[in-house]
């Protein structure tokens, strides 16, 4: 049995449609998660685990720059 892409789009059509016509969007969390991985390769190899966790903590409290408005300017 060959196994492609859009046989697995088929198989889970109702899965494709939803996620297609839904106004959730987890493009925020994608950022953050992106954000944490560019912290962690500055960090490799210059420091250990608490200063990597202290230095994410400390990113993760700033608002991304995409958050900030215009009235906030």
């Not at 892409?5 to 969390?29: C, M, R, Y």
């Not at 992106?34 to 500055?42: A, D, G, Y």
């Given at each position: 049995m060959r196994y492609s892409f859009a046989?697995?789009?088929e198989?889970?059509?109702d899965a494709?449609?939803?996620g297609l016509t839904t106004h959730w969007n987890s493009g925020p969390v994608e950022g953050r998660v992106n954000h944490i991985k560019?912290?962690?390769r500055q960090m490799f190899g210059r420091a250990e685990l608490p200063l990597?966790?202290?230095?994410?903590?400390?990113t993760a409290?700033?608002?991304s720059p995409q958050s900030v408005t215009s009235?906030?300017?």
């Amino acid at each position: 049995m060959r196994y492609s892409f859009a046989t697995g789009l088929e198989k889970d059509w109702d899965a494709v449609i939803q996620g297609l016509t839904t106004h959730w969007n987890s493009g925020p969390v994608e950022g953050r998660v992106n954000h944490i991985k560019m912290v962690k390769r500055q960090m490799f190899g210059r420091a250990e685990l608490p200063l990597l966790r202290k230095r994410v903590l400390l990113t993760a409290a700033r608002p991304s720059p995409q958050s900030v408005t215009s009235e906030e300017v």
